[in-house]
């Protein structure tokens, strides 16, 4: 393992370099909260910078960026970040926001040429952060200049549109230059994971020992996180795309973490307790433990068989918790509506 102090800005624009955000991590998740603490942090350097009474201009600490190198895209050279995400996607969000509403062409492409793209990159339109399969169109269409689909990364990016011109109008000495000077003091503790045989480092045991920033890991993330993790990254792209994402994820949706606590509880013939993505639980953690436990003893390693056993659940698992099922359950009209009543008698009106 290798620790280097540096700039997120010195991150991001690394000669001929790309990083790619694993499939199956999770989504872009800050919002109102976290993108108002990252702006005031911006705005406290900002502040530092200008008042000339200060000798030592104030600095950040943003956290940890855990990255291993992976196979080269095009001429660029890739790496996987581990840990991270969120944080430069959302740096990248507030770069593209304060590069919309700049007017100095020269400027604008500056951002684009030195954070935004890279023209060694192989992913598409030569874009240097590969993000998650969930957020890629969004972010896509932000750096490309268009309008991107609703959901968090939008989201964020009108949030920062809006916090950027309310100082720009309010506090007139507060200039373009400023802001990418504050966003070079945002320090960040990166660190390399060694990929030698018997040398490197698990990069399970090192995701799972950083905290998220602001939005905790609930058991489904870290259920997903821990099957997919070690693979290759095209092994990763592929199982998440083609059976993850479509025949787990999008049937469960938000019911995700109740079905692995669920799916143990059946497995295992016990009961387990309840666990929340609404709220800080401290249940996440000891489910996840017995998960982990349960996988090695049953399965014997063997993430394959998992994901082949769960999809084999999962959509016994929407019946029972659907209030109306439309996928059909029996080939048989009949037995399928009444099939499709008992359920819904049993699991829903009793």
């Known amino acids: 393992m290798q620790t280097e102090s540096q700039s ?38 900002i ?37 991270g995400q969120q944080r430069l ?21 500056q951002i684009t040429e030195l954070y935004l793209k890279n023209n060694a ?11 998650v399969t969930k957020d890629w169109d969004a972010y896509k269409a932000l750096v490309n200049g268009t309008e991107p689909i609703p959901g968090n990364i939008k989201h964020s990016y009108k949030i920062f549109t809006k916090l950027i011109r309310d100082t720009k109008s309010t506090k007139t000495d507060i200039e373009f230059d400023h802001f990418i000077t504050a966003i070079k003091r945002f320090n960040v503790a990166v660190i390399f994971l060694d990929e030698r045989p018997f040398k490197g480092e698990d990069p399970q045991i090192i995701f799972e020992t ?11 993330d870290l259920v997903r996180n821990f099957i997919l993790l070690r693979l290759d990254s095209q092994i990763q792209s592929e199982l998440y795309e083609k059976i993850w994402q479509p025949k787990i994820e999008a049937i469960l949706t938000s019911n995700s973490s109740k079905f692995y606590r669920d799916y143990l509880q059946y497995k ?15 249940n996440t953690k000891e489910v996840y433990q017995i998960f982990k436990q349960f996988f090695a003893e049953k399965f014997k390693g063997s993430k394959e068989d998992f994901v082949y056993d769960i999809v084999r ?7 029972i918790i659907s209030d109306i099922v439309t996928a059909p359950i029996s080939t048989n009209p009949i037995n399928d509506k009444q099939i499709k009543e008992l359920l819904r008698n049993i699991f829903h009106d009793i």
């Open 8 to 45: 997120i800005s010195d991150v991001i624009m690394r000669n001929a370099t790309s990083f790619f955000i694993p499939p199956f991590q999770r989504a872009y998740a800050w919002g109102n909260p976290e993108i108002q603490r990252y702006y005031d942090d911006i705005i406290r350097i």
């Open 47 to 83: 502040e530092s910078d200008l008042d000339s009474s200060q000798k030592d201009k104030l600095e950040h600490f943003f956290g940890t960026i855990v990255i291993k190198k992976g196979q080269n895209a095009g001429l660029a050279n890739k790496f996987v970040v581990v840990d």
């Open 89 to 109: 996607t959302t740096t990248l969000i507030f770069l593209i926001a304060l590069r919309d509403i700049e007017d100095d062409t020269t400027r604008k492409q």
């Open 121 to 131: 990159s192989n992913f598409d339109d030569k874009i240097k952060l590969k993000q």
């Open 210 to 220: 950083l905290n998220s920033l602001g939005k905790p890991l609930v058991l489904s």
């Open 268 to 282: 295992m013939a016990t009961s387990i307790k309840v666990v929340s993505d609404e709220k800080s639980d401290s």
């Open 313 to 319: 659940f999962v959509p016994w698992y929407d019946w």
